[in-house]
């Protein structure tokens, strides 16, 4: 079992930035991929970032130059790093852990990938 737990998230107007952490613990892997999905009300989740364990990352479309995934000090730590936020950036922020492995990134853009999830911070972008 891989426990997740995310830390950051809240209210912001737009163009304002936030930050939100999250740390696996537990039987986890050498090799893995950690990343943020998001989920709107009425919506699917969606893949906001994710990194492996290797250092390659994939952005959705809609955060490219405005969201920067990183590690933490931790290894087994991500932060993501959301600037010039938006109003449809609102949504529930869920970490999400895997430890299959892709050599296209694009196999990780789909939730069903993820094995292990937090659970959820929000994020609310409004004025």
């Known amino acids: 079992q891989v426990q997740l737990v995310e830390s950051g998230g809240g209210l912001v107007q737009p163009g304002g930035s936030l930050r939100v952490s999250c740390v696996a613990s537990?039987?986890?892997?050498?090799?893995?991929?950690m990343g943020w999905f998001r989920q709107a009300p009425g919506k699917e989740r969606e893949l906001v970032a994710t990194m492996t364990s290797g250092g390659r990352t994939m952005y959705a479309d809609s955060v490219k130059g405005r969201f920067t995934i990183s590690r933490g000090d931790a290894m087994r730590t991500r932060n993501l790093q959301m600037n010039s936020l938006k109003p449809e950036d609102t949504g529930v922020y869920y970490c999400?852990?895997?430890?299959?492995?892709?050599?296209?990134?694009?196999?990780?853009?789909?939730?069903?990938?993820?094995?292990?999830w937090g659970q959820g911070t929000q994020v609310t972008v409004s004025s």
């Open positions: 999400a852990y895997t430890s299959r492995y892709y050599r296209d990134m694009y196999r990780y853009t789909g939730a069903s990938t993820f094995d292990y």
């Open positions: 537990g039987n986890t892997f050498s090799n893995f991929a």
